[in-house]
């Protein structure tokens, strides 16, 4: 068979098909990535809103974020210290993408 062979219509259909089945199913791992990308933006804000400083306590904080469609729920967290000279803070979120969590501490110098 040559390359300058003719090929009848069913067979280009039937290569059309499969090509228009492969960037179907590319099309959706894609927006797969999209929905995941923007939940994890979603988580991301619903943990952005800092807890309060209040030496000698913990604060708790619940927040909702959403972007393109896509939502999140987080709780965090803030303990200071007595004397207002550091606090820890840490927190937990959760979106179609999985859950994501963040800590961290933080000391005040003189």
Sequence with gaps: ???TDAVN???LNAVNNNLNSRI???????DGVAKNAY???ASAMALQMP?????GKTVMRIGVG???GEGAVGISFRRTSDNNA???SG??????????ATIGAEWVFN
């Design 1 to 3: 068979m040559a390359g």
């Design 66 to 68: 959403a972007f393109k």
């Design 91 to 100: 927190g937990v979120a959760t979106s179609r993408a999985g859950v994501g």
């Design 24 to 30: 179907d199913s590319v099309n959706n791992r894609i």
């Design 9 to 11: 219509v069913n067979q």
């Design 51 to 55: 807890a309060s400083y209040v030496p």
């Design 86 to 88: 550091w606090s820890l």
């Design 39 to 41: 939940a994890g933006v």
